[in-house]
């Protein structure tokens, strides 16, 4: 397995106000995603990162922004949280040879 | 855009009885293709993938098949068993490393 840590694992924030979830890594893997999964939706790509600094939009990337200064980490970051935005959010790595993606537990986020 | 149909459900079956959720698929090219299943409270999982057609992916006794010409990748299992409800998600992979692109899951409840 990838290793891969989410914090926090449950959050509960108002309307309004920034947040930023987390995820690390300790396998060294070059990529990274970030997705939403809502009941009906399945899961949803957010945004990914190629690489240190390298980062790029998915399906639904309105409302959030992404950074990465280290390959084992990946934040994402609602800038002005919304009620749209709860939900369950998950990070993914893929290693060079993999054809599978490694998933972490998940933060479940609750927008007041 | 690459899509991903498959039955929402919830599937209810009970246990032994024979499993088969439908998949089917939308890309350009020749995607990878995967099954992930999540069990309740947790991240996802491979379970099982194939990469060309006519490939066979098989795991814990779920099998399934890349049909190119009919875009399928249909999930089967035998025998179900109690232990294996959740929620299993049909998903393919592009040329790329931009994510996976997902269906919107199958819930599955096995009783006894």
């Known amino acids: 397995d990838a290793g891969i840590t989410q914090s926090p694992r449950h959050k509960v924030t108002e309307t309004g106000t920034p947040v930023t979830l987390r995820c690390h890594q300790t396998?060294?893997?070059?990529?990274m995603y970030w997705y939403r999964q809502d009941p009906g939706h399945g899961l949803r790509l957010i945004h990914y990162?190629?690489?240190?600094?390298?980062?790029d939009k998915g399906e639904v990337s309105d409302g959030y922004s992404v950074s990465r200064s280290k390959t084992e980490d990946f934040l994402l970051t609602l800038e002005s949280a919304t009620s749209s935005q709860t939900s369950v959010y998950f990070c993914?790595?893929?290693?060079?040879?993999?054809?599978?993606?490694?998933f972490g537990s998940g933060t479940r986020l609750t927008v007041v | 855009g690459d899509s991903v149909t498959q039955m929402e459900g919830p599937v209810t079956l009970s246990e032994e009885a024979f499993l088969t959720i439908n998949c089917t698929y939308t890309?350009?090219?020749?995607?990878?293709l995967f099954w992930y299943v999540q069990y309740p409270g947790e991240g996802l999982q491979l379970l099982l993938k194939?990469?060309?057609?006519?490939d066979k992916g098989s795991n814990k006794g779920f099998e399934a098949t890349y049909r190119k010409e009919t875009t399928s990748f249909h999930l089967e299992k035998g025998s179900v068993q109690v232990s294996d409800s959740a929620v299993y998600f049909c998903?393919?992979?592009?040329?790329?490393?931009?994510?996976?692109?997902f269906g919107k899951g199958t819930h599955l409840i096995i009783q006894p």
């Open positions: 396998e060294n893997h070059r990529y």
């Open positions: 890309a350009t090219g020749y995607p990878s």
């Open positions: 993914a790595t893929l290693g060079l040879t993999a054809y599978g993606y490694t």
């Open positions: 998903a393919l992979r592009g040329g790329g490393a931009d994510g996976l692109t």
């Open positions: 194939a990469t060309k057609a006519d």
């Open positions: 990162s190629y690489g240190v600094k390298d980062t």
